[in-house]
């Protein structure tokens, strides 16, 4: 069982444009990460929420952890090239293991010039 | 800053040959997890250690070990290899506490014909 799902799977927009890409599961988190990985490279932290209803800007992407701290979202405004990469949310649930971190099966965003 | 260190980062064995992978941590983090990512897929846990006891376990099958060394590094070590275990083979670590962020290594890797 998935406990963390992700959508879209897979996002083809062109570049400018804006996006939007969800985390959701039954279970609530501790807190939940996102990370950016391009092919054969490492996952990147991008971000940490911890607090329900919290919003996080880094630049051009907008983080929010729903209120229940149960869901995320990222949203990306005027998306560039280099933003292409599969973008994965994973967390710690409340209840589970602080030594396993549990990861969505990610989004790969490809944004095209 | 200081980042998580995995070597090698490429690795070619032969069916039912060994092989070690090396992680160093960030300085001062506690926890370390090794996770298995196959063409494609999200990152699968295999086994955590925080202080250098194993603190969790994932779907690490029996012919992997792993330990957590007095200097925190860890090494994962698998043996008679299948071609099924051809993936990239990530390390992070963190620090225990409150919020608990995980950074991933650059991978190692492993190709097994």
């Known amino acids: 069982t998935q406990l963390l799902e992700q959508s879209p799977q897979f996002l083809s927009i062109q570049e400018g444009e804006n996006l939007t890409v969800y985390c959701n599961s039954s279970?609530?988190?501790?807190?939940l990460q996102w990370y950016r990985q391009e092919p054969g490279e490492g996952p990147v932290l991008l971000v940490t929420?911890?607090?329900?209803?919290e919003v996080k800007k880094l630049k051009r992407l907008t983080f929010q952890f729903g209120d229940a701290r149960k869901d995320s979202s990222l949203h990306i405004t005027a998306a560039q090239t280099g933003d292409t990469g599969l973008y994965l949310c994973?967390?710690?649930?409340?209840?589970?293991?602080?030594?396993?971190?549990?990861f969505g099966k990610g989004t790969l965003l490809t944004v095209n010039p | 800053a200081a980042g998580v260190i995995q070597s090698p980062r490429h690795l070619i064995k032969e069916k039912r040959e060994t092989a070690t992978l090396k992680c160093y941590p960030i300085p001062r983090h506690d926890t370390v997890y090794w996770y298995q990512q196959g063409p494609g897929q999200d990152p699968q846990f295999l086994i955590s250690?925080?202080?250098?006891?194993?603190?969790d376990k994932g779907s690490i099958p029996d012919r992997f070990s792993a330990q957590q060394f007095s200097d925190y590094h860890s090494e994962l070590n698998m043996s008679s290899l299948e071609l099924g275990d051809s993936a990239l083979y990530f390390c992070a670590s963190s620090q225990q506490g409150r919020v608990t962020e995980a950074f991933f290594g650059q991978g190692t890797r492993l190709t097994v014909v």
């Open positions: 929420v911890v607090t329900g209803g």
């Open positions: 994973a967390g710690y649930y409340t209840g589970g293991s602080n030594y396993k971190l549990t």
């Open positions: 250690f925080y202080e250098k006891m194993q603190s």
């Open positions: 279970s609530v988190f501790s807190s």
